[in-house]
Protein backbone atom coordinates (compact mmCIF):
# COMPACT_ATOMS: atom_id res chain seq x y z
CA UNK A 1 0.00 0.00 0.00
CA UNK A 2 1.26 3.60 -0.93
CA UNK A 3 2.66 5.44 2.07
CA UNK A 4 0.13 8.38 3.12
CA UNK A 5 2.01 11.47 2.14
CA UNK A 6 2.96 14.28 4.67
CA UNK A 7 1.00 17.48 4.56
CA UNK A 8 3.41 20.11 3.84
CA UNK A 9 2.47 24.12 3.90
CA UNK A 10 5.51 24.97 2.54
CA UNK A 11 4.89 23.30 -0.35
CA UNK A 12 1.55 23.81 -1.05
CA UNK A 13 1.79 27.51 -0.55
CA UNK A 14 4.64 27.28 -3.10
CA UNK A 15 2.70 25.53 -5.47
CA UNK A 16 2.67 26.83 -9.04
CA UNK A 17 -0.32 26.23 -10.88
CA UNK A 18 -0.18 25.72 -15.22
CA UNK A 19 -1.63 28.30 -16.96
CA UNK A 20 -5.16 27.22 -18.32
CA UNK A 21 -7.66 28.33 -20.75
CA UNK A 22 -11.21 28.76 -20.40
CA UNK A 23 -13.44 29.52 -23.61
CA UNK A 24 -18.03 29.68 -23.49
CA UNK A 25 -19.87 30.94 -25.92
CA UNK A 26 -23.55 32.31 -25.74
CA UNK A 27 -24.95 29.10 -25.08
CA UNK A 28 -22.88 28.25 -22.01
CA UNK A 29 -23.89 31.43 -20.81
CA UNK A 30 -27.74 31.02 -20.89
CA UNK A 31 -27.37 27.60 -19.61
CA UNK A 32 -26.00 28.83 -16.92
CA UNK A 33 -28.61 31.31 -16.39
CA UNK A 34 -31.30 29.23 -16.12
CA UNK A 35 -29.29 27.00 -14.23
CA UNK A 36 -29.00 29.58 -11.72
CA UNK A 37 -33.01 30.13 -12.13
CA UNK A 38 -33.50 33.32 -14.37
CA UNK A 39 -37.13 33.01 -15.80
CA UNK A 40 -37.85 29.75 -13.99
CA UNK A 41 -40.46 31.68 -12.36
CA UNK A 42 -41.71 34.00 -15.38
CA UNK A 43 -40.41 32.79 -18.73
CA UNK A 44 -41.65 36.32 -20.07
CA UNK A 45 -40.09 38.39 -17.56
CA UNK A 46 -37.84 41.60 -19.36
CA UNK A 47 -35.33 41.92 -16.48
CA UNK A 48 -33.88 38.25 -17.09
CA UNK A 49 -35.04 36.93 -20.47
CA UNK A 50 -31.97 38.71 -22.20
CA UNK A 51 -29.59 36.11 -20.32
CA UNK A 52 -30.98 33.93 -22.15
CA UNK A 53 -32.50 35.24 -25.56
CA UNK A 54 -31.95 38.52 -27.38
CA UNK A 55 -34.04 39.36 -30.23
CA UNK A 56 -31.19 40.85 -32.16
CA UNK A 57 -29.80 37.12 -32.17
CA UNK A 58 -27.79 34.83 -29.28
CA UNK A 59 -24.06 37.07 -29.77
CA UNK A 60 -26.20 39.75 -27.99
CA UNK A 61 -27.69 37.94 -24.74
CA UNK A 62 -26.09 39.07 -21.35
CA UNK A 63 -23.99 37.71 -18.96
CA UNK A 64 -25.02 37.54 -15.55
CA UNK A 65 -21.95 38.56 -12.88
CA UNK A 66 -21.63 35.60 -11.48
CA UNK A 67 -21.13 33.22 -14.76
CA UNK A 68 -17.37 34.40 -13.97
CA UNK A 69 -16.85 32.04 -10.95
CA UNK A 70 -17.16 29.48 -13.49
CA UNK A 71 -14.08 30.57 -14.74
CA UNK A 72 -12.09 29.05 -11.58
CA UNK A 73 -14.11 25.67 -12.12
CA UNK A 74 -11.14 24.20 -13.88
CA UNK A 75 -9.12 24.48 -10.55
CA UNK A 76 -10.96 21.72 -8.94
CA UNK A 77 -9.17 18.82 -10.60
CA UNK A 78 -5.46 20.82 -10.14
CA UNK A 79 -6.12 21.45 -6.41
CA UNK A 80 -6.04 17.08 -5.77
CA UNK A 81 -2.22 17.80 -7.18
CA UNK A 82 -0.69 19.99 -5.29
CA UNK A 83 2.11 18.51 -3.99
CA UNK A 84 2.23 18.01 0.28
CA UNK A 85 -1.07 18.76 0.04
CA UNK A 86 -2.92 15.31 1.59
CA UNK A 87 -6.73 15.48 2.01
CA UNK A 88 -9.76 13.63 1.19
CA UNK A 89 -11.84 15.05 -2.04
CA UNK A 90 -15.15 13.81 -0.86
CA UNK A 91 -14.82 15.72 2.34
CA UNK A 92 -14.41 18.66 0.39
CA UNK A 93 -16.68 21.72 0.64
CA UNK A 94 -17.09 25.12 -0.92
CA UNK A 95 -16.27 27.42 1.51
CA UNK A 96 -16.17 31.00 0.29
CA UNK A 97 -16.05 32.66 -2.73
CA UNK A 98 -15.03 36.52 -4.11
CA UNK A 99 -15.34 37.53 -7.48
CA UNK A 100 -13.73 40.92 -8.69
CA UNK A 101 -15.81 42.04 -12.01
CA UNK A 102 -13.15 44.52 -13.92
CA UNK A 103 -15.47 44.65 -16.89
CA UNK A 104 -18.65 43.25 -18.15
CA UNK A 105 -18.36 40.03 -19.33
CA UNK A 106 -18.63 39.25 -22.87
CA UNK A 107 -21.39 36.77 -24.48
CA UNK A 108 -18.89 34.44 -25.40
CA UNK A 109 -14.87 34.91 -24.99
CA UNK A 110 -11.71 32.41 -24.82
CA UNK A 111 -9.63 33.41 -21.36
CA UNK A 112 -6.38 32.58 -19.85
CA UNK A 113 -6.62 31.77 -16.32
CA UNK A 114 -3.53 32.45 -14.22
CA UNK A 115 -3.92 30.92 -10.72
CA UNK A 116 -1.89 30.96 -7.41
CA UNK A 117 -2.07 29.79 -3.88
CA UNK A 118 -3.32 32.47 -1.95
CA UNK A 119 -4.24 31.42 1.59
CA UNK A 120 -3.96 28.05 3.89
CA UNK A 121 -5.36 28.04 7.34
CA UNK A 122 -4.99 25.17 9.97
CA UNK A 123 -8.42 25.19 11.66
CA UNK A 124 -7.78 22.16 13.42
CA UNK A 125 -10.76 19.94 12.20
CA UNK A 126 -10.41 21.33 8.96
CA UNK A 127 -7.41 23.35 6.37
CA UNK A 128 -8.82 26.02 4.36
CA UNK A 129 -6.93 26.60 1.27
CA UNK A 130 -7.56 30.10 -0.80
CA UNK A 131 -6.97 30.12 -5.03
CA UNK A 132 -6.80 33.17 -6.56
CA UNK A 133 -7.22 33.01 -10.58
CA UNK A 134 -7.04 36.17 -12.65
CA UNK A 135 -8.50 35.60 -16.03
CA UNK A 136 -7.79 37.32 -19.05
CA UNK A 137 -9.43 37.43 -22.42
CA UNK A 138 -6.78 35.33 -24.43
CA UNK A 139 -6.63 37.75 -27.65
CA UNK A 140 -6.18 40.96 -25.75
CA UNK A 141 -4.82 40.45 -22.71
CA UNK A 142 -7.23 42.56 -20.95
CA UNK A 143 -8.31 41.86 -17.45
CA UNK A 144 -11.78 40.63 -16.99
CA UNK A 145 -12.30 39.57 -13.66
CA UNK A 146 -10.37 37.87 -10.11
CA UNK A 147 -12.32 35.03 -8.72
CA UNK A 148 -11.09 33.97 -4.87
CA UNK A 149 -11.77 30.58 -3.88
CA UNK A 150 -11.97 29.00 -0.73
CA UNK A 151 -12.36 24.99 -0.13
CA UNK A 152 -13.59 23.26 3.33
CA UNK A 153 -11.29 20.36 3.51
CA UNK A 154 -12.90 18.34 6.03
CA UNK A 155 -10.22 16.25 8.18
CA UNK A 156 -7.24 17.94 6.70
CA UNK A 157 -6.56 20.33 9.78
CA UNK A 158 -4.69 19.66 12.81
CA UNK A 159 -1.47 20.06 10.54
CA UNK A 160 0.60 23.23 12.06
CA UNK A 161 4.04 22.39 13.78
CA UNK A 162 4.06 24.99 16.60
CA UNK A 163 1.25 25.56 19.44
CA UNK A 164 -0.34 28.71 17.01
CA UNK A 165 -2.39 27.53 14.40
CA UNK A 166 -0.79 27.64 10.71
CA UNK A 167 -2.25 31.17 8.79
CA UNK A 168 -0.85 32.19 5.57
CA UNK A 169 -2.40 34.83 3.56
CA UNK A 170 -1.42 36.65 0.38
CA UNK A 171 -3.70 39.66 0.46
CA UNK A 172 -3.47 42.28 3.21
CA UNK A 173 -6.26 42.19 6.10
CA UNK A 174 -8.40 45.26 3.99
CA UNK A 175 -8.57 42.94 1.43
CA UNK A 176 -11.45 40.89 3.43
CA UNK A 177 -14.71 41.92 3.08
CA UNK A 178 -15.43 42.31 6.82
CA UNK A 179 -19.32 42.78 7.33
CA UNK A 180 -21.88 42.13 10.04
CA UNK A 181 -25.43 41.30 9.61
CA UNK A 182 -27.60 44.02 10.51
CA UNK A 183 -30.02 43.57 13.21
CA UNK A 184 -32.42 46.13 11.32
CA UNK A 185 -35.15 45.01 8.99
CA UNK A 186 -34.18 44.11 5.76
CA UNK A 187 -34.53 46.72 3.10
CA UNK A 188 -35.62 43.91 0.40
CA UNK A 189 -36.85 40.38 0.56
CA UNK A 190 -36.50 38.08 -2.34
CA UNK A 191 -37.91 34.68 -2.35
CA UNK A 192 -37.14 31.79 -4.91
CA UNK A 193 -37.86 27.70 -5.24
CA UNK A 194 -34.88 25.99 -6.22
CA UNK A 195 -36.03 23.01 -8.16
CA UNK A 196 -35.81 19.21 -7.11
CA UNK A 197 -33.74 19.14 -10.63
CA UNK A 198 -31.19 22.49 -10.16
CA UNK A 199 -28.00 20.51 -9.16
CA UNK A 200 -28.81 18.18 -12.53
CA UNK A 201 -28.95 21.50 -14.07
CA UNK A 202 -26.79 23.49 -13.00
CA UNK A 203 -23.78 20.68 -13.39
CA UNK A 204 -23.95 21.05 -17.31
CA UNK A 205 -22.00 24.25 -16.88
CA UNK A 206 -19.04 22.91 -15.63
CA UNK A 207 -19.17 21.06 -11.86
CA UNK A 208 -19.82 17.67 -12.11
CA UNK A 209 -18.65 16.98 -8.63
CA UNK A 210 -20.79 13.63 -7.97
CA UNK A 211 -21.67 15.37 -4.59
CA UNK A 212 -24.36 16.76 -6.17
CA UNK A 213 -26.15 14.31 -8.22
CA UNK A 214 -25.29 10.97 -6.83
CA UNK A 215 -26.67 9.85 -3.71
CA UNK A 216 -24.15 7.24 -2.60
CA UNK A 217 -21.29 10.34 -2.83
CA UNK A 218 -23.60 12.94 -0.84
CA UNK A 219 -23.99 10.30 1.46
CA UNK A 220 -20.12 9.23 2.41
CA UNK A 221 -19.97 13.09 2.38
CA UNK A 222 -22.47 12.97 5.09
CA UNK A 223 -25.47 14.23 3.59
CA UNK A 224 -29.00 12.38 3.13
CA UNK A 225 -29.11 13.69 -0.83
CA UNK A 226 -26.98 15.19 -3.11
CA UNK A 227 -26.50 18.96 -2.67
CA UNK A 228 -26.66 22.06 -4.40
CA UNK A 229 -23.63 23.33 -5.77
CA UNK A 230 -22.52 26.73 -3.89
CA UNK A 231 -21.91 28.72 -6.84
CA UNK A 232 -25.76 28.14 -7.58
CA UNK A 233 -27.20 29.27 -4.06
CA UNK A 234 -24.52 31.85 -4.99
CA UNK A 235 -25.63 32.61 -8.54
CA UNK A 236 -29.59 32.95 -7.39
CA UNK A 237 -28.57 35.33 -4.27
CA UNK A 238 -27.05 37.60 -6.80
CA UNK A 239 -29.65 37.36 -9.40
CA UNK A 240 -31.65 38.34 -6.21
CA UNK A 241 -29.57 41.66 -5.72
CA UNK A 242 -29.98 42.43 -9.17
CA UNK A 243 -33.71 41.80 -9.73
CA UNK A 244 -33.91 44.21 -5.91
CA UNK A 245 -31.62 46.73 -5.62
CA UNK A 246 -30.18 46.91 -9.33
CA UNK A 247 -33.26 47.19 -11.34
CA UNK A 248 -32.01 44.16 -13.40
CA UNK A 249 -28.68 46.19 -14.28
CA UNK A 250 -26.07 43.37 -13.88
CA UNK A 251 -23.40 45.85 -14.90
CA UNK A 252 -23.68 47.39 -11.31
CA UNK A 253 -22.22 45.22 -9.71
CA UNK A 254 -18.28 45.72 -8.85
CA UNK A 255 -17.86 42.73 -6.50
CA UNK A 256 -19.33 40.03 -4.75
CA UNK A 257 -18.42 38.17 -1.55
CA UNK A 258 -19.92 34.70 0.00
CA UNK A 259 -19.44 32.40 2.83
CA UNK A 260 -21.01 29.40 2.27
CA UNK A 261 -22.75 28.33 6.15
CA UNK A 262 -25.13 25.15 5.33
CA UNK A 263 -25.76 22.84 2.44
CA UNK A 264 -29.02 23.06 0.78
CA UNK A 265 -31.06 20.58 -0.66
CA UNK A 266 -32.32 20.74 -4.15
CA UNK A 267 -36.09 21.59 -3.98
CA UNK A 268 -35.75 23.65 -1.01
CA UNK A 269 -36.78 27.45 -0.98
CA UNK A 270 -34.25 30.45 -0.75
CA UNK A 271 -35.34 33.74 1.22
CA UNK A 272 -32.41 36.44 0.25
CA UNK A 273 -32.64 39.49 2.44
CA UNK A 274 -30.58 42.96 1.57
CA UNK A 275 -29.56 45.60 3.09
CA UNK A 276 -28.07 48.53 1.96
CA UNK A 277 -25.20 50.13 3.15
CA UNK A 278 -23.74 53.03 1.50
CA UNK A 279 -22.93 50.79 -1.89
CA UNK A 280 -22.85 48.27 -0.18
CA UNK A 281 -25.52 45.66 -0.36
CA UNK A 282 -25.14 43.27 2.98
CA UNK A 283 -27.04 39.70 2.44
CA UNK A 284 -27.72 37.05 3.66
CA UNK A 285 -29.78 33.58 2.11
CA UNK A 286 -31.83 31.06 4.36
CA UNK A 287 -33.67 27.95 3.44
CA UNK A 288 -37.54 28.71 4.56
CA UNK A 289 -37.84 24.96 5.28
CA UNK A 290 -35.45 24.84 7.53
CA UNK A 291 -35.34 28.45 8.74
CA UNK A 292 -31.56 27.78 8.46
CA UNK A 293 -29.06 30.70 6.89
CA UNK A 294 -27.15 28.88 4.11
CA UNK A 295 -24.89 32.16 2.89
CA UNK A 296 -23.87 35.48 3.46
CA UNK A 297 -21.94 38.32 2.00
CA UNK A 298 -21.36 41.55 0.55
CA UNK A 299 -22.07 43.02 -3.01
CA UNK A 300 -20.36 45.94 -4.08
CA UNK A 301 -21.89 48.24 -6.62
CA UNK A 302 -20.43 50.93 -8.94
CA UNK A 303 -23.46 53.36 -7.99
CA UNK A 304 -27.27 53.00 -6.26
CA UNK A 305 -30.15 52.76 -8.83
CA UNK A 306 -31.90 56.46 -9.41
CA UNK A 307 -34.93 54.71 -8.72
CA UNK A 308 -34.53 53.15 -5.42
C1 LIG B 1 -14.89 24.48 -4.95
C2 LIG B 1 -15.61 23.62 -5.89
C3 LIG B 1 -16.37 22.47 -5.29
C4 LIG B 1 -17.71 22.87 -4.89
C5 LIG B 1 -18.31 22.22 -3.88
C6 LIG B 1 -19.59 22.68 -3.39
O1 LIG B 1 -20.29 23.45 -3.99
S1 LIG B 1 -20.04 22.11 -1.82
C7 LIG B 1 -21.59 22.91 -1.48
C8 LIG B 1 -21.43 24.30 -1.00
N1 LIG B 1 -20.81 24.39 0.31
C9 LIG B 1 -21.46 24.02 1.42
O2 LIG B 1 -22.57 23.53 1.38
C10 LIG B 1 -20.76 24.27 2.73
C11 LIG B 1 -21.70 24.88 3.72
N2 LIG B 1 -21.02 25.19 4.98
C12 LIG B 1 -20.86 24.27 5.96
O3 LIG B 1 -21.35 23.15 5.87
C13 LIG B 1 -20.09 24.68 7.19
O4 LIG B 1 -20.06 26.08 7.28
C14 LIG B 1 -18.61 24.16 7.17
C15 LIG B 1 -18.63 22.62 7.21
C16 LIG B 1 -17.88 24.67 5.92
C17 LIG B 1 -17.89 24.70 8.41
O5 LIG B 1 -18.64 24.38 9.54
P1 LIG B 1 -17.92 23.94 10.87
O6 LIG B 1 -18.99 23.77 11.89
O7 LIG B 1 -17.00 22.80 10.58
O8 LIG B 1 -17.02 25.22 11.14
P2 LIG B 1 -16.98 26.18 12.43
O9 LIG B 1 -18.15 27.13 12.39
O10 LIG B 1 -16.77 25.35 13.66
O11 LIG B 1 -15.67 27.02 12.11
C18 LIG B 1 -14.39 26.42 12.12
C19 LIG B 1 -13.41 27.39 11.52
O12 LIG B 1 -13.58 27.42 10.09
C20 LIG B 1 -13.96 28.73 9.66
N3 LIG B 1 -15.04 28.56 8.70
C21 LIG B 1 -16.31 28.19 8.99
N4 LIG B 1 -17.03 28.14 7.86
C22 LIG B 1 -16.19 28.47 6.86
C23 LIG B 1 -16.38 28.61 5.47
N5 LIG B 1 -17.56 28.41 4.90
N6 LIG B 1 -15.34 28.99 4.73
C24 LIG B 1 -14.14 29.23 5.28
N7 LIG B 1 -13.91 29.11 6.60
C25 LIG B 1 -14.93 28.74 7.37
C26 LIG B 1 -14.41 29.46 10.90
O13 LIG B 1 -14.21 30.86 10.78
C27 LIG B 1 -13.59 28.83 11.98
O14 LIG B 1 -12.30 29.42 12.00
P3 LIG B 1 -11.82 30.26 13.29
O15 LIG B 1 -12.81 31.40 13.42
O16 LIG B 1 -11.89 29.29 14.41
O17 LIG B 1 -10.43 30.72 12.92
Redesign the pocket.
Known amino acids: MAAKSEFDPQLIISHKFPESTYSYTERDAALYALGIGACSKDALDNKELKYVYHPDGQQSVEVLPTFAALFS ?1 GL ?1 SEIAKIPGLDFDPRL ?5 QYIEMYKPLPSHGCLLNKATVAGL ?1 D ?4 A ?1 LEIEILSYEKESGVLLCMNR ?4 L ?1 GAGGFSKSSQ ?1 YSFTKYSSNQTLAYKIPRSQPFAVFEDCTQSSQALLYRLSG ?1 Y ?1 P ?2 SDPMVAEIAGFSRP ?7 LGFAVRAIIKSICRGEQKMIKNISG ?6 YPGETLITEMWIEDLRVVYQVKVKERNRA ?1 LSGVVTLDRLSSSL
Open positions: MQLLHGQHKGKAVMAVYRPDNLHILHGLCTRFLLHVV
